[in-house]
């Protein structure tokens, strides 16, 4: 099987668990985002990919090829570091072209490289630079043109964003995804923000706390169907109601019936489970109406940030949040009576 | 305060006691000491105030340049020796955990607690041929017979090593152990070897540090007077030696002014070359 292959990974620090069960395959060419709240061990993954820690069981397969024991240093992946850890002692030009010098390749290649280098990364010009005279957005550039120098079989990146501002972070954002396409080249990219994980990837692989894979998917499939309640919590926000199952496609809350879109398998009439629902799929009437999926409360809060309005409801102790468009704004004020409406195309069901 | 300059006597109130200090025990006894370089000699007594450059000619001698020479050879040698075996020392050090860290810190510190006298007797005593470590090699058939290796040079340099290779780990210890554990991990992604690794990134980013360790054992060891006549022999003893015999013995005080005054220079002047040689491909910033 072509591509990188995961096959029953687990590493321990110690007594300590970082990753567990880890059974992944990633394609050619993908740009693949780990994805979980801090500790959850997505950081120890792309370190065993790079070969900075072995495994304590399982194997790593690159093309049919087994790399878990190969050093580091013979497996030619490029990887950019959260610290970048850039090279103080060196120029731009010197830290861009380390590899071609540890490889031996001859300075007017390497010359030639690093020009192309630069130029890919929109540095030309500041080959002589040191690393201290460079503004943190360059210093960015600097450890990608260098991580790639080698033309890597592998892109590793680990969270090299997190220490940008957010207006620069998502300009890089764009433009690693736009570099990516370009060179057509396989990336993992470990990150703890689900905004940057949607905006760049192919593919996401979602870890929970308990540091076991959640789920693998495209950005979309993973924000419309979750997997279980911790992916549907943790990427975006939803609403998480507790409620028994009732029929083949309903459910109950309290004296509320909800039509649902798909019971997942095993749920029989009876089990307690968990219905979410994004805010955007929850639309609000500024009136009561009766009906099913359906829920009555008032109006708790209105946040209005002009790009988005959200409408927080008490529905008899449920709390409830709504998004809208300021278009698609609702006329309701904070106190007001108001029916939040459920599609049952966007209720999905979880087991609890 | 940062940047203004102190006003008035109440500002500068905090930094008089040291000042005073400062002045009684340094500036006063330093600046008697260069004065005294000039002064005349009087056989039998003390010296008679004046102005002669005599006792800065007296020193152009063989024996006072081969006696500065070797002491600056010998503070060389072991300020190389330190640093070179303390730097990968260090570095492991850094890189194990915490708590093996302050065990092997407190180790080098209770060296620290030895006396240098101490220590010159236990090394001649483990150097001797009657009961040092030449009869445990002889006991396991590694040697024929025992050896006496002290006195000698390198019993000498041993010794010296001994006493400053705490205080080089000391001095390397917070920029290593402040150094980003993934800048070695980029260079062996980069497809560096470890060995090579250790030498391009965590030597090459870390020289500074390691110029300051080298000036530091230097220094240290420029002064030593006791080791060299515990452990060595006449012709390994350093200028510091040499300084007191002619002060003291000798009660030639302008001479050994003079001497002194001589060495702090030529030091002095070596520290600062070495300074600039390490500032030269300095790597700005942290």
Aim: net charge positive.
């Amino acid at each position: 099987m072509s591509g990188l292959l995961f096959q029953n990974i687990e590493k321990k620090f110690g007594s300590v668990v970082a990753a567990r069960e880890v059974n992944l395959h990633l394609p050619h060419g993908k740009f693949v985002c780990f994805l979980g709240p801090s500790g959850c061990g997505k950081t120890t993954l792309l370190r065993l990919v790079a070969g900075l820690e072995t495994p304590s069981q399982g194997r790593i397969l690159l093309d049919d090829e087994d790399i878990t024991r190969t050093p580091a240093h013979k497996r030619n992946f490029g990887m950019v570091f959260q610290s970048l850890a850039l090279f103080p002692h060196l120029s731009v030009g010197e830290n861009v072209a380390y590899s071609l010098r540890i490889r031996k390749i001859d300075k007017a290649t390497q010359r030639q490289r690093i020009a192309e280098l630069l130029d890919l990364v929109q540095l030309s010009g500041l080959v002589d630079r040191h690393i201290s005279q460079l503004s943190g957005g360059q210093r960015q550039r600097v450890a990608i043109a260098r991580a790639l120098a080698i033309e890597p079989r592998l892109f590793l990146l680990d969270e090299p964003l997190s220490a940008l501002d957010a207006k620069l972070r998502e300009e890089m954002q764009l433009e690693l995804r736009m570099l990516q396409q370009r060179l057509g080249i396989t990336t993992i990219l470990v990150t703890h923000d689900q905004r940057e994980a949607m905006t760049m990837s192919d593919l996401v692989v979602v870890m929970g706390p308990d540091n076991r894979v959640h789920q693998i998917g495209s950005p979309l499939e993973i924000y419309r169907n979750p997997s279980d309640t911790f992916v549907a919590d943790f990427i975006g926000t939803s609403n998480l109601i507790e409620c028994t199952c009732t029929g083949a496609k309903e459910v109950q809350v309290g004296d509320t019936l909800l039509e649902v879109a798909e019971m997942p398998a095993g749920v029989s009439r009876g089990t307690p489970v968990i219905l979410s629902v994004r805010p955007e799929s929850i639309h609000v009437l500024p009136f009561i109406e009766k009906g099913k999926n359906r829920f009555h409360g008032r109006v708790a809060f209105v946040r209005d940030v002009g790009s988005s309005v959200e409408i927080y409801l008490d529905c008899d102790g449920l709390p409830l949040t709504s998004q809208s468009t300021p278009k698609g704004r609702p006329d309701v004020a904070q106190g007001d009576d108001a029916t939040a409406v459920l599609p049952p195309e966007s209720c999905i069901v979880l087991k609890s | 305060m940062i940047g203004e300059k102190p006003r008035g006597l109440r500002a500068h109130l905090p930094v008089i006691y040291p000042a005073l200090m400062l002045g009684i025990f340094f500036v006063v006894p330093f600046g008697t000491m260069v004065a005294v370089s000039f002064f005349h000699r009087q056989p039998g007594a003390f010296y008679l105030p004046g102005f002669e450059l005599g006792n800065y000619r007296a020193l152009y001698t063989a024996l006072f340049g081969r006696v500065l020479v070797f002491s600056l050879f010998l503070a060389g040698l072991s300020a190389a020796v330190c640093v070179s075996l303390g730097f990968p020392f260090t570095y492991f050090i850094t890189r194990m955990q915490r708590r093996a860290q302050v065990v092997w810190l407190v180790i080098l510190l209770s060296v620290l607690s030895l006396s240098e006298v101490i220590i010159g007797f236990a090394r001649s005593l483990l150097l001797s041929r009657t009961a040092g470590l030449s009869n445990l090699l002889v006991w396991l058939g590694l040697m024929d017979q025992p050896a006496s290796w002290s006195p000698g040079f390198m019993a000498l340099l041993l010794g010296i090593c001994y006493l400053a290779f705490p205080y080089t780990v000391l001095v390397l210890y917070p920029p290593l152990s402040r150094l980003d554990p993934a800048r070695p991990e980029a260079a062996l992604t980069l497809g560096a070897s470890p060995l090579r690794t250790f030498f391009t990134v965590v030597v090459g980013s870390l020289r500074n540090a390691i110029v300051a360790a080298f000036v530091m054992v230097f220094v240290f060891t420029l002064g030593a007077y006791l080791l060299p006549q515990l452990l060595g022999r006449p012709q390994h003893w350093t200028l510091s030696v040499l300084i007191t015999d002619q002060a003291i013995y000798q009660s030639n005080m302008p001479l050994s002014a003079a001497m002194a005054i001589f060495f702090m220079a030529v030091s002095l002047l070596l520290v600062a070359l070495t300074m600039y040689a390490g500032q030269e491909k300095r790597a700005a910033g942290p």
